[in-house]
C-alpha cells in the first residue's frame, strides 16, 4: 500500500515541531487533501491540537507499545482512505526508551513506517556551526530516511546565506524557513504544551502559523519527498499469529460485524460510558477504537456538567486529564460525584487512569493547599508534591489473576506532578531500561484505578476483560 507521507523531527525537543507540523497540516488541508496525523509516542496533547483544532483524524503510534508488524497495520488500518499521512516526532531524532534505546524513537518509527523524514533545526544564535550539527544526524541516518531540512527561528537573510553552503557541503536540500514569530510560539505546561482550549485565539494562531509556513516552506518539496516513500505492507497473518501466541484466543481482535451478527447480539453489546471533557480528555484514539472492535457500545459523559451517568451504561472509562485545574467544578457537581459513587459501589465495572484515578479520591489538595471533594470511592487523598513523581514508559503485570480473564502484562506511561496517600498495591510496574519495580494500582474483580496511562493493543485482553465485565454487569442487571 502506498500512502504519502512524511515524518517532521528534530535534533531536541522545543525545536519547533508542533508548529511545523500543524502549520503543515492546515495548509494541506487548505489544498484540498485528505490528511491523518499521527503522533510519535505516548503525547495525548499534540493529536489533540491536530484532530480538535485543524479537524483532521489523529492518533498515536509507539514502537514500545506495539511491535513492528502491529505498529505497521495499526498506521496502514487508519490511514488507506487518505491522501496524505504526517508523523510528529518526539523529543530529539533519536531518542528512545531512557533516552538511550532506539525503540520508541521517533526514527526507529520512521524506519519501521519507512516513512522519510524532514528535520527542523532550531537555528537561533547559530552560523556556520549548524552545519557539523546537521552533518552528524545524516551521518547516524543508517538508512538514509532524512530528505530534507527546515531550519527555524532564522531571518530570511540569514537563511538565504547559509542555504547553499548547507546544500553544497552535506548534500541535502533546505526546503524552507521559519523566522521567529509570536504566532509561532505555544505555551507549555509541565513538559507539554497547554491544552487546544487554553490558548487564547490558537485558530488565528495557527491560521497565520500556516500563512506564513506556506510562504516560506516549499510545501512542493514536501509533497515530492512524501511520495518517494517506499510501498508499505503488514503481514496478517503474522499479526494475529503473534496475538494468539501471547495472548491466546481471546487476544484476536475480531471485527465488530464478526460480533454483532444478527438483532439478538447487537441488542446485547455492552455499554462503555467515557468521562470526556476539558477535565478528562487524555484517550488514544486506539484504545476506544479496540472497544468497539470488540462489540461494545461507546457513550461520553462530562463529570463537570452531566448530573448522571448515561442511560443504560454497563462499565466505566475515566481516562486522563487535569482534574486539578476544575477542582471547584468537580467538587461542586454533587450529583455527579453521588452518581459515580453509587455505580462502583453497586460493582459497575471501572477503569481509572491518572485524571480518573485522582477524582475517585476522596479529596484533592491542589498547588495552594486547598482540599476539593471527590468521588470518595477510595479513601486517600491526592495532593501537589512539585515535582514529577513518575515519569516514563513501564510494563505492568498483575500480582494475582484477577481484572482480566488470563492475567498478563500491558504497556503503559506515567507522568504526574500528584501523588496519594494510597497507590493501590495489586500490580507491579516495571521500567523497561533499569528494570526497577515498585507496587501500583487499586484491581480487583470489577476495578482498574490508578495513575499509569495504558495503551490497550499492547494486550488487547485488558480492553476485552472490561467488555466481558460490562457484559456480565448488563445481565445481572435484567
Known sequence: MKVRRVMIAALKSGSGKTVVTCALLQALKAHGWKVASYKCGPDYIDPMFHEKIID???KNLDTFFTDEEKTRELFLNSAKKMDFAVFEGVMGLYDGLGGVREEGSSYHLAEVTKTPIVLVVDAKGMGRSVIPLIAGFLDYDRKHLIQGIILNRISKGYYETLKPLIEEELKIGLIGFLPERE?????????GLLLPDEVNHIKEKLQVASELFS?????ECIKEIAESMEELE???????????ERYGDIGHVKAASDLMEGVAVRDSR??????????????YADNIHLFEEYGAKITYFSPLRDEKLPEGCHALLIGGGYPE???NQLSANTRMREEVKNAVENKMPIVAECGGFMYLHSFLKDKEGLCHDMAGVISATCFYTGKLVRFGYIELREKQKDFWLNGGGIKGHEFHYYDSTYNGTDVIAVKPVKGKEYSCIIENKTQWMGFPH????????????LIEKARKYKKAMV
Open 454 to 465: 495504558l495503551y490497550y493493543p499492547s494486550n488487547p485482553v485488558f480492553a476485552r476483560a
Open 215 to 219: 510562504k516560506t516552506v516549499s510545501i
Open 325 to 327: 485545574l476544575y477542582a
Open 234 to 244: 503488514f503481514d496478517e497473518t503474522v499479526a494475529k499469529e503473534t496475538v494468539t
Open 270 to 283: 455492552p455499554t462503555i460510558a467515557v468521562a470526556k471533557d476539558e477535565a478528562f480528555c487524555f484517550y
Open 56 to 58: 483532521i483524524p489523529a
Open 183 to 191: 504566532e509561532l510560539h505555544f505555551e507549555s505546561r509541565h513538559l
